[in-house]
T-cell receptor, first 110, second 113 residues
């Protein structure tokens, strides 16, 4: 039973912002939202995580709705190297047992 | 500093054989977890170790086992290999158990013939 749902694929023009949505309507109060991405043939790469406040780092921004039932990962200026599968998942930090869903395949086009 | 190192990167085995995969975490990281990735099932959690103790185990048969050494290096073993065990096996390390932010290696790609 998937705890998060994401669109299967998305396209984005190079240089534009990529907004990747994630629904997690059954999120528990102690669960964080994590985002990872996997570029073809490489191991997943951590991007960002948050509990309820919006977060920003050098890679991306994470916007979590006030009811915490959904979130959006924003890549402010997508490049061709951002083409990857992006995974949204929940983790209560009681272990490193991440549950990966199908993810969103983001294609950045020139 | 060096990232997570997995060896071997590629290997081919035949059904019934066994295989041992190795993972060296980032220096200072004490938690190691393992994942299996296949086209059909995606990324699935195998097990995780912290301070040489298995903390969690995924839904895999007993043929899949692992261990962690005192220097935090980890190995996983798959015995009596089946065709369906062909996969990319990924190791991830983190500073502490439950840290959430995992650093993955490039994986060991196992092909079972």
């Amino acid at each position: 039973d998937a705890k998060t749902t994401q669109p299967t694929s998305m396209d984005c023009a190079e240089g534009r912002a990529a907004n990747l949505p994630c629904n997690h309507s059954t999120i528990s109060g102690n669960e964080y939202v994590y985002w990872y991405r996997q570029i073809h043939s490489q191991g997943p790469q951590y991007i960002i995580h948050g509990l309820k406040n919006n977060e920003t780092n050098e890679m991306a921004s994470l916007i979590i709705t006030e009811d915490r039932k959904s979130s959006t990962l924003i890549l402010p200026h997508a490049t061709l190297r951002d083409t990857a599968v992006y995974y949204c998942m929940l983790n209560n930090n009681a272990g490193n047992m991440l549950t990966f869903g199908g993810g969103t395949r983001l294609m950045v086009k020139p | 500093k060096a990232g997570v190192t997995q060896t071997p990167r590629y290997l081919i085995k035949t059904r019934g054989q066994q295989v041992t995969l190795s993972c060296s975490p980032i220096s200072g990281h004490r938690s190691v977890s393992w994942y299996q990735q296949t086209p059909g099932q995606g990324l699935q959690f195998l097990f995780e170790y912290f301070s040489e103790t298995q903390r969690n185990k995924g839904n895999f048969p007993g043929r899949f086992s692992g261990r962690q050494f005192s220097n935090s290096r980890s190995e996983m073993n798959v015995s009596t290999l089946e065709l369906g065990d062909s996969a990319l096996y990924l190791c991830a390390s983190s500073l502490a158990w439950g840290a959430g932010e995992l650093f993955f290696g490039e994986g060991s790609r196992l092909t079972v013939l």
